[in-house]
């Protein structure tokens, strides 16, 4: 295998001293020096956290692209033996053009995993390739049923400064067994995700099209300072649980310039549920989602909960577009689940063809267990919606929160919504809230009277994550 130096820039000029003399003697591969292309090589660029000194491709450790034969071994030891330049500048991982089949496989820290614009991941249909987990913690339970759950396909827990990119090629999920075993009833465990990672810091995933995951697509659980960006998400409108991207109890993440169609959420920020969620107590917060594109006939464009038992709070949500899509920003939460959903703030938000403009349930219901605190109550509270505009929309708004537990300081300001020809009678349900609106059309109910003029918050100071900027990295790949 040849690995090679990502950068003379990092080397003690002692080093490049020596290793020009044994390339001069011939002694030493070229490509082993450093990552210059070749006559039978190019070189390619792209956007990371980190770029890397040492460099290998998938078919140096066994791997084959003919879409038939098993990778998993082979990404398992790749990683695996890239992991031991952590230390040193960290590692890549190149997948050239091919069609790769692959069960699970995990990631390692000061990693990167690129994905050739001409290279698709294909997800194992075989669930011996998935090894299974115990629940999440927040959960107690996995999430389908009251087992364990399978590993995502790509998956990584305990890491530092891991990045999973590509030049948009496609990983593929092949989910349709899955949902048809579910749908069935067939499964006593959690079906797989493709992206999973857990207790990290310093992620990025990026310039991706995931298609037919099994289940959700993208779950950023217990982690920081994470970056999701570029990423194109499709699953069947109908196809069970096929959230796009779920951010769960993280902290300081940006998740932007994304377009998702969906079986479900195409965004749904978590943070546990019930008493599990409650006795790990992470929540969500310092959370940016700007530039989506959603279709989610079923769904919403951004969900908030219904497992939010951590709390959910400093969500910031700008130029969002929801077309054919049940709801445009919803909060879900019942009775049991505690905690809070606090300062949210949503900006610049264009709906057409919706069920409902603006959406709240407080009796989600859906527990774990018996075990839930009917007197654990959420608070919801802060919740500002502004600028505006919906076209061909069923009903304004069905707001309902929770009898003696009503869902307050609700502001929306300078929202026009136009209706679909046999538009509901009543256009603004609303029960167990209070709040207020400025410059609405249609009226809003009574619950949530007029102040005028009043603009809705929407902060102006930066998050951490706005700081992070990306290096111009490079590989350099074999031509065929």
Request: with cysteine; net charge neutral.
């Amino acid at each position: 295998m040849e690995f090679c130096l990502k950068s003379r820039n990092n080397l003690h000029p002692h080093v490049i001293k020596i290793l020009s003399t044994l390339l001069t003697l011939g002694l030493l591969s070229p490509q082993v020096a450093e990552c210059r292309p070749t006559k039978n090589s190019y070189t390619i660029e792209f956007q990371a956290l980190n770029c890397r000194k040492h460099s290998a491709v998938l078919t140096d450790f066994g791997g084959v692209g003919d879409g038939k034969t098993s990778n998993t071994k082979a990404f398992n030891t790749a990683i695996s033996n890239l992991s031991k330049y952590a230390a040193d500048g960290g590692a890549q991982l190149i997948v050239p053009p091919g069609k790769w089949l692959t069960g699970s496989f995990n990631l390692t820290s000061h990693f990167t995993l690129y994905i050739h614009k001409d290279a698709l991941l294909l997800a194992s249909q075989d669930e011996s390739e998935w090894p299974l987990l115990p629940p999440l913690p927040s959960y107690g339970r996995g999430r389908d049923e009251p087992g364990g759950r399978f590993s995502s396909l790509i998956f990584g827990t305990n890491l530092t400064d891991v990045v999973v990119t590509g030049g948009n090629a496609t990983i593929n999920g092949q989910g349709e067994p899955w949902w048809i075993k579910y749908r069935k009833k067939q499964f006593n465990v959690t079906r797989p995700y493709l992206i999973e990672v857990m207790f990290s810091d310093k992620v990025q995933i990026s310039n991706l099209t995931l298609i037919d995951s099994p289940s959700w697509n993208v779950h950023p659980v217990y982690s920081s300072n994470v970056l999701i960006q570029g990423l194109t998400i499709r699953a069947p409108i109908d196809s069970p649980n096929t959230d796009g991207i779920n951010p769960d109890s993280c902290t300081n993440s940006r998740i932007e310039d994304n377009y998702i169609v969906s079986g479900d959420d195409c965004i749904a920020v978590k943070s546990g549920w019930d008493e599990y969620g409650i006795k790990v107590g992470m929540p969500t917060q310092h959370l940016i989602i700007r530039r989506l594109i959603c279709i989610s006939p079923d769904s919403a464009a951004i969900a908030l909960g219904s497992e939010m038992s951590g709390g959910i709070k400093d969500v910031r949500a700008e130029d969002i577009t929801a077309i054919n899509t049940q709801s445009g920003v919803r909060i879900k939460t019942a009775v049991g689940r505690g905690a809070y959903v606090k300062e949210i703030y949503v900006r610049r938000m264009t709906m057409k063809t919706m069920k409902y403009v603006f959406w709240m349930t407080g009796d989600y219901g859906s527990h774990p267990d018996p075990g839930f605190d009917p007197k654990a109550l959420p608070t919801v509270t802060g919740i500002n919606y502004r600028d505006m505009v919906a076209d061909n929309v069923t009903q304004s708004a069905k707001l309902d929160g929770i009898r003696n537990d009503p869902f307050t300081g609700i502001c929306i300001s300078n929202v026009t919504i136009k209706l679909t020809e046999k538009p509901k009678e009543l256009q603004w349900n609303c029960t167990n809230i209070q709040g207020i609106t400025s410059r609405v059309t249609p009226q809003a109910c009574e619950l949530l009277p007029k102040k005028e003029p009043t603009d809705c918050f929407f902060p102006d100071d930066k998050l951490p994550i706005d700081d992070v900027r990306l290096n111009t990295c490079s590989a350099s790949i074999s031509k065929a």
